[in-house]
């Protein structure tokens, strides 16, 4: 780097800079169960709003935009990626951007991260790594803050004496928001790629948002006009996991297929939480249907000896049988699942299959937050994509919708006219989700703000 174009280092120390994104956040903390009141009188035009969004679906993943890339220079870009899948998405992002400036003959971008073992094994040199913190487990939210509070600061010094021409975090609003606030008092704008989905749980939230983003990057279809409605600058990208299922088929289920999917999640707790349970679930399917073979899913080993450990507990490894690996062979030989809310959902409407979802939470504040807080329609974002609620959710404490659960995952599986309707939901879920692309799509507005220089 030439240090002649870079400027010397000015603006708020570092550790002043981080201290001050720590007591904001302490604050937040504090005042939270006021802003949540103060929320309350707004709160059923705020739903019917989301709703409405929810049922329209109307953002379409706009071209890739025009951009120059100066030439006599590299552009330097940092990256920030707080858990796997952000930095999966960092990952091919930062591969974009280099091919793009390579199409350009411009010199290749100089990027520097926070991230994991991803972004490194592509040369990229990292400054902190809260990917491999978020994969072994949180210790706890204070204990985790020095931490956090320590990675703010390397971030700050980094932005303030480098000053990036862009600075793109990817998801994870809570790391992201308060590094987005810091490198913007050095200059450097800011491209958030996957907005936050504040619309679902803490609307209010916004407006902070609104004054730390340069654009923010949509990947639902919804979200456009909700982020829009409060003068949020955006550009709609569509889903990045569709770019990693780019090279495999859409298909349909097998109408001869007995192997029921069970996804039970890829985190520990959450394994732990909702395995035993689902594995309960499945009464009416081995009565109506026994002859079904019960496939629980998994990508990689991790998990092997909690999983076959819970199967000893339940007495369910006559039922269930655990396979790793080919997790998309797997969902292709399906007819049904039964799984956990989360982007494995992705995954299964990517093979077209009626799909129960259940998430169960273990405390009381969580349930009391499902029913009081979140202010859109479905968790289950093949529900969102519809705008209906194609595919049955249940979100619960202790015991739950057993008996209604059980029976839905049997008529998933066996009965013929409710396979059909949730058919036709999937296919408009599917077409909502859109095609391929969102990562170039990304790449082309990162460049483009990179192009328009630094912020005042």
Not at 252 to 263: G, I, K, T, Y
Not at 343 to 354: A, C, E, K, M, Q
């Amino acid at each position: 780097m030439n240090s002649s174009e870079t400027p010397a280092p000015t603006g708020m120390l570092p550790r002043t800079a981080a201290r001050l994104e720590l007591a904001r956040a302490i604050g937040g903390g504090l005042v939270a169960p006021l802003r949540f009141l103060a929320h309350l009188p707004a709160r059923a035009r705020v739903r019917r709003e989301i709703a409405a969004d929810v049922a329209a679906g109307a953002g379409i993943p706009g071209e890739i935009p025009d951009f120059e890339i100066r030439k006599d220079r590299p552009l330097r870009i940092f990256l920030s990626a707080a858990e796997a899948s952000g930095e999966i998405h960092g990952a091919s992002l930062a591969k974009a951007l280099w091919k793009a400036a390579e199409d350009r003959s411009a010199p290749r971008p100089e990027i520097i991260a926070v991230g994991g073992e991803r972004l490194r094994a592509l040369g990229i040199t990292t400054i902190g790594d809260p990917v491999a913190r978020a994969e072994t487990g949180f210790d706890g939210v204070l204990q985790s803050l020095p931490y956090y509070v320590g990675l703010l600061e390397d971030a700050a010094r980094h932005a303030r004496e480098t000053r990036p021409d862009v600075v793109v975090p990817i998801d994870s609003p809570a790391l992201h928001v308060p590094l987005a606030r810091m490198v913007r008092r050095y200059g450097s704008p800011v491209v958030h790629v996957v907005a936050p989905q504040y619309w679902g749980w803490a609307p209010w939230r916004v407006g902070a948002y609104r004054k730390v983003v340069d654009r923010a990057l949509t990947i639902l279809p919804h979200e456009p006009a909700w982020f829009g409605r409060h003068d949020v600058a955006t550009a709609h990208i569509g889903h990045p996991l569709l770019d990693a299922l780019a090279g495999v088929p859409v298909t349909e289920p097998d109408p001869a297929s007995r192997v029921l999917a069970l996804l039970p999640g890829s985190r520990r707790g959450v394994i732990r939480r909702n395995l035993p349970w689902m594995i309960t679930a499945l009464g009416a399917l081995r009565a109506e249907h026994p002859d079904a073979e019960i496939r629980i899913l998994q990508s990689t080993p991790e998990h092997r000896e909690l999983i076959e450990g819970i199967l000893a507990e339940t007495q369910g490894g006559d039922r269930a049988r655990l396979v790793v690996g080919d997790l998309h062979g797997n969902l292709t030989e399906a007819r049904a699942a039964f799984a956990v809310s989360g982007t494995i959902l992705t995954d299964v409407l990517h093979h077209r299959l009626p799909t129960v979802v259940v998430y169960r939470v273990s405390k009381r504040l969580e349930t009391w937050m499902y029913r009081n807080v979140l202010t859109c329609p479905y968790f289950a974002s093949t529900n969102l994509l519809a705008g209906a609620e194609v595919l049955p959710e249940h979100c619960f404490r202790g015991h739950g919708p057993m008996e209604t659960v059980s029976k839905e995952v049997a008529a998933a599986f066996g009965d013929e006219a409710r396979r059909a309707a949730y058919g036709a939901g999937i296919a408009e879920a599917a077409r909502r989700l859109g095609s391929a692309g969102a990562i170039e799509r990304a790449a082309g507005h990162v460049l483009q703000v990179a192009s328009r220089g630094r912020i005042a």
